[in-house]
């Protein structure tokens, strides 16, 4: 009686995922599904719209090869310092969001107003609009340029780490414009943890200190690889990334074979991601569980 009493349980909780996913599913198979699949295909010819239709001849890899091999000046030149740069960004965006989760968590006075001021940049930020603000060259950290601290940072570094550092601190505030998600998830992973919790580790003498590192921080483990795989998608979409200029030309065959590896590499630094944060994980958790 109790394993089929749990077996309807677990079956609820299943169906009450999937109508949640449901809307997302629906319009996935509905607008995405075919744009994928065709643009896959695409990759291996060659497409030119004509005023009679669309003229397709087939190309093989030519263009992987060509991307790959043949002329990799934007996949490496340009696409490797650009994810140095989304390496440095990545750990900033998601303390950061850590951090203003749980100051924005705590009791005071406006904490709605100042709830609301930290996500209102995900909804003024559209990609335009910080293109705009790094072409008049806003977001940068003003006593960067006061005191001249890039001209002290630069030759204590590597040239292949020195220039997307300052690239980094040159929209440093546009980088902290993209935290609200972040913010918004860490703030909910917060409200999941019971005060009792907190309340026992009072009684027993914790410190604020002590109560971070062993209550706060090991229950948000699972949003913050939330967040790093949300920070990171968000990343490699960019305004600044030089891929994608490339991907929205005319040559659809090239874009497309562009569009494709582009993904390829963005499953693999995710797939590494995930592997890593899984085994710090592992090694946090006590034996036996």
């Given at each position: 009686?109790?394993?089929?009493?749990?077996?309807?349980?677990?079956?609820?909780?299943?169906?009450?995922?999937?109508?949640?996913?449901?809307?997302?599913?629906?319009?996935?198979?509905?607008?995405?599904?075919?744009?994928?699949?065709?643009?896959?295909?695409?990759?291996?010819?060659?497409?030119?719209?004509?005023?009679?239709?669309?003229?397709?001849?087939?190309?093989?890899?030519?263009?992987?090869?060509?991307?790959?091999?043949?002329?990799?000046?934007?996949?490496?030149?340009?696409?490797?310092?650009?994810?140095?740069?989304?390496?440095?960004?990545?750990?900033?965006?998601?303390?950061?969001?850590?951090?203003?989760?749980?100051?924005?968590?705590?009791?005071f006075w406006g904490r709605t107003f100042f709830r609301a001021v930290f996500f209102l940049p995900v909804i003024f930020t559209t990609g335009q609009v910080v293109q705009e603000f790094i072409t008049q060259g806003e977001g940068n950290l003003n006593f960067l340029d006061r005191y001249n601290l890039m001209s002290v940072i630069t030759p204590y570094l590597p040239t292949v780490w020195?220039?997307?550092?300052?690239?980094?601190?040159?929209?440093?505030?546009?980088?902290?414009?993209?935290?609200?998600?972040?913010?918004?998830?860490?703030?909910?992973?917060?409200?999941?943890?019971?005060?009792?919790?907190?309340?026992?580790?009072?009684?027993?003498?914790?410190?604020?200190?002590?109560?971070?590192?062993?209550?706060?921080?090991?229950?948000?483990?699972?949003?913050?690889?939330?967040?790093?795989?949300?920070?990171?998608?968000?990343?490699?979409?960019?305004?600044?990334?030089?891929?994608?200029?490339?991907?929205?030309?005319?040559?659809?065959?090239?874009?497309?074979?562009?569009?494709?590896?582009?993904?390829?590499?963005?499953?693999?630094?995710?797939?590494?991601?995930?592997?890593?944060?899984?085994?710090?994980?592992?090694?946090?958790?006590?034996?036996?569980?």
């Open positions: 009686m109790s394993a089929t009493r749990n077996m309807k349980s677990t079956t609820l909780r299943k169906l009450e995922g999937t109508l949640f996913i449901a809307p997302w599913l629906i319009g996935f198979l509905l607008f995405m599904v075919f744009p994928l699949c065709f643009s896959f295909y695409m990759s291996f010819h060659q497409v030119k719209v004509l005023a009679t239709g669309i003229d397709v001849k087939y190309k093989g890899l030519e263009y992987y090869r060509l991307i790959l091999f043949e002329n990799p000046d934007l996949l490496y030149n340009q696409l490797i310092p650009f994810m140095r740069q989304a390496l440095l960004m990545l750990p900033i965006i998601v303390v950061f969001s850590l951090l203003s989760a749980i100051m924005l968590n705590q009791k020195a220039s997307p550092i300052t690239k980094v601190m040159d929209s440093f505030v546009l980088v902290l414009w993209y935290s609200g998600v972040q913010i918004l998830i860490f703030l909910a992973g917060r409200q999941t943890i019971s005060p009792s919790v907190y309340e026992a580790a009072r009684i027993d003498g914790a410190n604020p200190w002590e109560t971070f590192w062993k209550i706060t921080l090991p229950a948000m483990i699972p949003f913050v690889l939330l967040n790093l795989i949300y920070t990171t998608v968000d990343l490699f979409t960019f305004p600044t990334n030089p891929i994608l200029s490339q991907v929205n030309t005319t040559d659809y065959g090239k874009s497309s074979a562009l569009a494709w590896i582009y993904f390829t590499i963005i499953f693999v630094f995710l797939g590494i991601i995930y592997f890593l944060f899984s085994r710090a994980f592992r090694r946090t958790q006590p034996a036996g569980r």
